[in-house]
């Protein structure tokens, strides 16, 4: 079984900064079956980024998604309120089928 | 539009049975596999089981397996999340979201959330 580390658990920065998120695999992970979610107070989490890279529809560019192998980052290159939330990676393994979430980092306002 | 919606918000006793609905629209239900998501207060997001509508091929996660019972009716477009003997421990949020496959090189993610729908289990 897979199992997902984030770090840090939690990020304090201002709007306008960048953000750099990190997703450590236990094992190497297919790229194509990475994926990040953000999930803001009361709300169902939202997909962001696919296949490690590729961003969901509507996301807007300021988030992007690098890595390979067991080490992937999520980016927000300039902070807008609106990002200052929970972000989950999550990966799917095939045999058997199963879709594992990491814990979450939550970016705060500092 | 594409969305899921699910029920409401459940209050109920330990040893109680429950069934919660996921109704999709504004696509092909049967062409896209269902997941269950759970969230637990404050906590972070377990994968439950999916569901293809399509054919009703179910996988669970191994957490879940044996504790809940993942089902679909493809005629009117929706999926259930059902306990036969509620527990205090599966009070949580439940989210259905859609699994989509993208291609080879994109691979796949859940790309369509339920609003979720909350459970409370206590006596």
């Known amino acids: 079984e897979i199992v997902l580390t984030q770090s840090p658990g939690t990020l304090s920065l201002s709007p306008g900064e960048r953000a750099t998120l990190s997703c450590r695999a236990s094992q190497s992970v297919s790229s194509s079956y990475l994926a990040w979610y953000q999930q803001k107070p009361g709300q169902a989490p939202r997909l962001l980024i696919y296949?490690?890279?590729s961003r969901a529809t509507g996301i807007p560019d300021r988030f992007s998604g690098s890595g390979s192998g067991t080490d992937f980052t999520l980016t927000i290159s300039r902070l807008e309120p609106e990002d200052f939330a929970v972000y989950y990676c999550?990966?799917?393994?095939?045999?058997?089928?199963?879709?594992?979430f990491g814990p979450g980092t939550k970016v705060d306002i500092k | 539009e594409v969305q899921l919606v699910q029920s409401g918000a459940e209050v109920k006793k330990p040893g109680e049975s429950l069934k919660i609905s996921c109704k999709g629209s504004g696509y092909s239900f049967t062409s896209y596999w269902i997941g269950w998501v759970r969230q637990m207060p404050g906590k972070g997001l377990e994968w439950m089981g999916i569901i293809y509508p399509g054919d009703s091929d179910t996988r669970y996660s191994p957490s879940f397996q044996g504790q809940v019972t993942i089902s679909a009716d493809k005629s009117i477009s929706t999926a259930y999340l059902q306990w036969s003997s509620l527990k205090a421990s599966d009070t949580a949020m439940y989210y259905c979201v859609r699994y989509r496959y993208y291609d080879i090189l994109t691979g796949n993610a859940f790309d369509i959330w339920g609003q979720g729908t909350m459970v409370t289990v206590s006596s």
């Open positions: 296949g490690a890279s």
């Open positions: 999550q990966q799917y393994g095939s045999s058997p089928p199963a879709f594992t």
